[in-house]
Each structure stands twice: as structure tokens, then as C-alpha cells.
């Protein structure tokens, strides 16, 4: 069992692939760690070191995968699993279209006895390695309140023991998924609800989670962990005091250091950088994902035009990067993003 999952960062298409977590994992080395979310049938067919490969520094590290299949999931379970996952992660969630039209996703929320037939399908192949679920209270016109025990007792019967659940509802039709993140309400006292019914399950909350302060009182009152999303990406920083807040409960406290310590992770990245041009990547698939990483940092505005207008051009490298590093003035106190 994860003793790592009182913080995670969510899976995030686009975001969250191995370059993205090995910067993250240069920040803090408690929190786990999701992959984006990879469908099943491509894990099973496609390019699977390109699909699944990470470095080591990167655990703990879960893999979250999309599908309604039984079997399917069962065979990419045990491939993730071989592939040295710490979790495996079925996601219940996700309201874009591509999902929907495949089937699974948010609208698996409808489905309660297939999500159970897969998931118990999935533990089977599984091992020791946790099979876990991350879920929407609810979508479109359901009642949350009832719809949302009902799920959790169905798939915990099946085996699941830790859920992941998004605190609003998806909404599958009108909205893309950047609306299902903002429009449906937030509904934090629900969750609560659930956790307190079912007191043997772990139950982690997630949605609009963006400060350690606020993940602190979640801890407290109750659940298992938080999961926080598109923050830890638009402000890496919020990642820096994770290990001591949230895992050793040291009262939280802004120090200067926490720039040097940026820096180190940064420069740590030149050597990254190096090594993906070495095995035939491209600079701009790792410096993409480090464009926010000094917001609300004297010289971040330079620094983001530098790396943004530089990292597709031909010849870019980790040099950028320094080019960039040196207009940050990283011994300054660290500010808070624009936005807390």
C-alpha cells in the first residue's frame, strides 16, 4: 500500500507525461505521480516504451488508464504492472468527446456493474499493485447524492479500496472539458459524506485544490489524500513544500530557500534536456513543460518569452534553458502565484 498518497498531482493530458513528472519529482520526491491517462487498447497494440517508459526517479509513480473492457483492462493491467507501476488507475472522469465516443471515461459513471466487472477483471492481474478509481460524483442529470454511494458500493465490493473523486459533477453534453472544471459547482461537503459512510475505503478528494494550506485541512478532517491538478502545473512551486507540509506535518512556512531549491531543479533539467536531444528527442517536449515553473518570480515574464520562442527552433537545447535561468532572480522570497 502507497503510504505516498496523502498528495498527488492528477493525471492530465498533454501535461503529466514523463518529462513533465521528472521535473515534478525534482520538487518533491513524497508526492505520487499519475501518467496521462492512456487508453487500454493502445497500451495493448501500440508503442509501448514510448506509451509507458519512466525513469526511476519517478516513483511513486500510478498509471491511469481509460476503457470499458474487461479483458482489455485486465491484459493493460498487467502490462502496467510488469512495467513497474506502483498503482494502476481507472479513470471514471474524463468528459471530453474522444472519451465519451469510446465509451468510457465520465459517462462509465452510468455504468456502476461494468465498472465493477472491469476493476475486479483489472485486480486479478494485478498482484499486490493497487487498482484504484478516479470518479465524478455523478454526471448530467443524476442526483449525486444518490448516484455516488450507490458506485462507491458497487466497485468496492469488487475490490477497490481507494477512490479519487472530482467534487462536481460532469456535465457530457454542452460543456468541453475545461467548463466541466469550472462550471458544474464544487460540492466538498458530498464527498465528505462519502468518506464518513464508508470508513474502511480510502477516499481522496479533488477539484479546485490549488495550496498545500487547503490540502493540510482536507488531511485532517479526514481523507486520505488530495489530488491537485492544472496548479501543480501552471505553479510548480506549490509542489516545493509538499514534502514537509504534507508528509512530515511541518507548519508551513515561505522561505527564501525555496528559490535555491527551484534553481537546483532547474539546473538539474540542463543535464535532462541533454540527454533526451542524446536519444533522439526534441528540446521542446521537456522545456514546454518548465514555461511556468518560476511564475511569480522576479524575471518569470522574461523567462516564459525566452523558453516559449526559443524551444521549437532548430539547435535548442539545454542552453536555452540557462540563457533563460539567468534574468530569474532565484534569492528573492518566492511569491505566491497570481490567482491563490
Same mark, same amino acid.
Given at each position: 500500500?502507497?503510504?505516498?498518497?496523502?498528495?498527488?498531482?492528477?493525471?492530465?493530458?498533454?501535461?503529466?507525461?514523463?518529462?513533465?513528472?521528472?521535473?515534478?519529482?525534482?520538487?518533491?520526491?513524497?508526492?505520487?505521480?499519475?501518467?496521462?491517462?492512456?487508453?487500454?487498447?493502445?497500451?495493448?497494440?501500440?508503442?509501448?516504451?514510448?506509451?509507458? #517508459?519512466?525513469?526511476?526517479?519517478?516513483?511513486?509513480?500510478?498509471?491511469?488508464?481509460?476503457?470499458?473492457?474487461?479483458?482489455?483492462?485486465?491484459?493493460?493491467?498487467?502490462?502496467?504492472?510488469?512495467?513497474?507501476?506502483?498503482?494502476?488507475?481507472?479513470?471514471?472522469?474524463?468528459?471530453?468527446?474522444?472519451?465519451?465516443?469510446?465509451?468510457?471515461?465520465?459517462?462509465?459513471?452510468?455504468?456502476?456493474?461494468?465498472?465493477?466487472?472491469?476493476?475486479?477483471?483489472?485486480?486479478?492481474?494485478?498482484?499486490?499493485?493497487?487498482?484504484?478509481?478516479?470518479?465524478?460524483?455523478?454526471?448530467?442529470?443524476? #442526483?449525486?447524492?444518490?448516484?455516488?454511494? !450507490?458506485?462507491?458500493?458497487?466497485?468496492?465490493?469488487?475490490?477497490?479500496?481507494?477512490?479519487?473523486?472530482?467534487?462536481?459533477?460532469?456535465?457530457?453534453?454542452?460543456?468541453?472539458?475545461?467548463?466541466?472544471?469550472?462550471?458544474?459547482?464544487?460540492?466538498?461537503?458530498?464527498?465528505?459524506?462519502?468518506? #464518513?459512510?464508508?470508513?474502511?475505503?480510502?477516499?481522496?478528494?479533488?477539484?479546485?485544490?490549488?495550496?498545500?494550506?487547503?490540502?493540510?485541512?482536507?488531511?485532517?478532517?479526514?481523507?486520505?489524500?488530495?489530488?491537485?491538478?492544472?496548479?501543480?502545473?501552471?505553479?510548480?512551486?506549490?509542489?516545493?513544500?509538499? #514534502? !514537509?507540509?504534507?508528509?512530515?506535518?511541518?507548519?508551513?512556512?515561505?522561505?527564501?530557500?525555496?528559490?535555491?531549491?527551484?534553481?537546483?531543479?532547474?539546473?538539474?533539467?540542463?543535464?535532462?534536456?541533454?540527454?533526451?536531444?542524446?536519444?533522439?528527442?526534441?528540446?521542446?517536449?521537456?522545456?514546454?513543460?518548465?514555461?511556468?515553473?518560476?511564475?511569480?518570480?522576479?524575471?518569470?515574464?522574461?523567462?516564459?518569452?525566452?523558453?516559449?520562442?526559443?524551444?521549437?527552433?532548430?539547435?535548442?537545447?539545454?542552453?536555452?534553458?540557462?540563457?533563460?535561468?539567468?534574468?530569474?532572480?532565484?534569492?528573492?522570497?518566492?511569491?505566491?502565484?497570481?490567482?491563490?
Amino acid at each position: 500500500m502507497l503510504s505516498n498518497r496523502l498528495l498527488s498531482v492528477a493525471p492530465m493530458m498533454e501535461r503529466t507525461d514523463r518529462h513533465c513528472r521528472y521535473f515534478f519529482r525534482l520538487l518533491t520526491k513524497e508526492t505520487l505521480l499519475y501518467s496521462e491517462m492512456i487508453y487500454a487498447d493502445a497500451i495493448i497494440r501500440g508503442d509501448r516504451a514510448k506509451l509507458l #517508459d519512466f525513469s526511476n526517479l519517478e516513483h511513486p509513480i500510478a498509471l491511469q488508464i481509460g476503457g470499458n473492457d474487461p479483458k482489455i483492462l485486465a491484459e493493460a493491467t498487467k502490462i502496467g504492472v510488469d512495467w513497474g507501476y506502483d498503482e494502476v488507475n481507472l479513470n471514471v472522469g474524463c468528459p471530453s468527446s474522444r472519451v465519451r465516443s469510446g465509451e468510457f471515461g465520465a459517462c462509465l459513471m452510468k455504468e456502476q456493474e461494468l465498472v465493477a466487472k472491469c476493476v475486479e477483471s483489472m485486480a486479478k492481474n494485478a498482484l499486490k499493485t493497487p487498482v484504484t478509481i478516479k470518479c465524478r460524483i455523478g454526471v448530467d442529470d443524476q #442526483d449525486p447524492e444518490i448516484v455516488l454511494p !450507490e458506485f462507491i458500493q458497487a466497485v468496492s465490493q469488487a475490490g477497490v479500496k481507494i477512490f479519487v473523486i472530482h467534487a462536481r459533477k460532469a456535465i457530457l453534453n454542452g460543456l468541453s472539458p475545461k467548463e466541466n472544471r469550472k462550471i458544474p459547482p464544487i460540492d466538498y461537503e458530498l464527498v465528505a459524506k462519502v468518506r #464518513d459512510r464508508f470508513p474502511n475505503l480510502q477516499i481522496c478528494i479533488n477539484g479546485e485544490i490549488k495550496e498545500l494550506e487547503m490540502v493540510s485541512r482536507f488531511i485532517k478532517q479526514g481523507f486520505a489524500g488530495c489530488m491537485i491538478g492544472r496548479q501543480a502545473y501552471k505553479n510548480p512551486k506549490v509542489l516545493l513544500s509538499a #514534502d !514537509e507540509v504534507i508528509f512530515r506535518f511541518v507548519e508551513y512556512q515561505q522561505k527564501t530557500s525555496e528559490g535555491i531549491r527551484l534553481q537546483n531543479a532547474l539546473i538539474n533539467m540542463l543535464e535532462y534536456v541533454e540527454w533526451h536531444l542524446s536519444v533522439g528527442g526534441k528540446a521542446s517536449s521537456v522545456l514546454r513543460h518548465l514555461i511556468n515553473s518560476v511564475s511569480g518570480m522576479p524575471g518569470a515574464k522574461v523567462f516564459r518569452s525566452i523558453i516559449s520562442e526559443g524551444m521549437a527552433c532548430p539547435g535548442s537545447g539545454p542552453e536555452l534553458l540557462s540563457s533563460a535561468m539567468k534574468h530569474v532572480n532565484f534569492t528573492e522570497e518566492v511569491e505566491e502565484y497570481p490567482g491563490h
